[in-house]
């Protein structure tokens, strides 16, 4: 989940925070997640009437949209989204925060936030934990862009973790090998990772879809900038480039958690590591996600790019 210390049009980013903060203390981790369609989400975050406001988004053809499972790199891309966004319209640095810390999770606005949403000149920048079928119509029919973020699946089961354990606003796990067990039968919010990397390998092909990885942002930032912007039609100078790379590394976000997501910014930005899941991992659970991968991605374009060998592998 991202975006939890946004503002979302209802208050301010920290009074918002602070009722949801205060909600989730009053909760049992049992009724901290709810089912909608068949996937679970986050009931401290979203509702099933911003689930269904969320259907009727009117999406814009020139709109900044990512989206991506938990944990593969929202956070990260959102900024590089609001530095490019940011360059294109002119604005200065203080209304790239500003932009920073408006919607960002489709899924947890609400009617005030989408009425918002509206007068946002173009182009917006926004995103969603959701997979292609789960979209907003709007977004395909106006033939939105989408950037699709992937993650090697390992890095993202330590990654989510970590997270629902340091994340007050999620239940938390009573140990790693009972979220591992829910994360591959796809108990967690949002559902399954390879269920999402599956549909989303149905359309890695299509025009206005691009995927991207977490690893290969890694290896060259300024270059996936450049790969970003080019892909929603946005010419940008080599010093923007530099310039929105070098703001979007892992220290500098860090450095920027607090303002970014407040009281929240040490959960979402942890380690910002490839390979972290050798931390966890045992080699049952290791080969386990091996077997797992060959069935459901074996052969598949998103395979190749996820590099799983490289990654993956002890």
């Known amino acids: 989940m991202e975006g939890e210390g946004e503002k979302t049009g209802t208050g301010s980013t920290k009074s918002r925070l602070q009722h949801l903060l205060e909600k989730a203390s009053q909760m049992q981790p049992e009724d901290m997640l709810f089912r909608y369609h068949g996937l679970l989400y986050p009931s401290t975050l979203c509702s099933e009437e911003s689930l269904r406001l969320y259907a009727k988004f009117e999406a814009r053809p020139e709109d900044m949209c990512i989206a991506s499972y938990p944990k593969c790199g929202f956070n990260w891309v959102y900024a590089l989204f609001c530095g490019i966004a940011t360059a294109v319209q ?14 960002t999770l489709l899924e947890f606005s609400d009617a005030e936030g989408y009425e918002m949403m509206k007068s946002c000149p173009s182009p917006r920048v926004y995103g969603t934990h959701c997979h292609y079928e789960n979209l907003p119509p709007s977004i395909i029919e106006k033939k939105a862009k ?86 929603f ?82």
């Open 146 to 231: 989408v950037l699709v973020v992937f993650r090697n699946p390992k890095d993202v089961a330590v990654s989510y973790y970590h997270f629902c354990q340091n994340n007050p606003l999620l239940p938390n796990p009573t140990s790693w090998d009972d979220f591992f067990k829910q994360y591959m039968m796809g108990e967690v919010a949002w559902g399954s990772y390879f269920d999402s990397a599956l549909i989303w390998e149905k359309h890695i092909d299509d025009e206005d879809v691009m995927v991207i990885t977490y690893e290969e942002l890694k290896e060259n930032l300024p270059g996936g900038v450049q790969k970003i912007a080019d892909f």
């Open 233 to 314: 039609g946005h010419s940008l100078t080599e010093e923007q480039i530099q310039n929105i790379a070098r703001k979007g590394t892992f220290q500098a976000m860090n450095d920027n958690s607090k303002e970014t997501h407040s009281v929240l910014g040490k959960v979402f930005f942890r380690k910002g590591v490839i390979g972290d899941w050798k931390t966890l991992f045992t080699e049952e659970q290791s080969q386990e996600m091996d077997a797992k991968f060959v069935e459901c991605l074996a052969g598949t374009k998103l395979a190749a790019k996820l590099n799983y060998n490289l990654y993956c592998k002890t």
């Open 90 to 103: 002119g604005k200065a640095e203080e209304e790239k925060n500003n932009m920073a810390k408006k919607i």
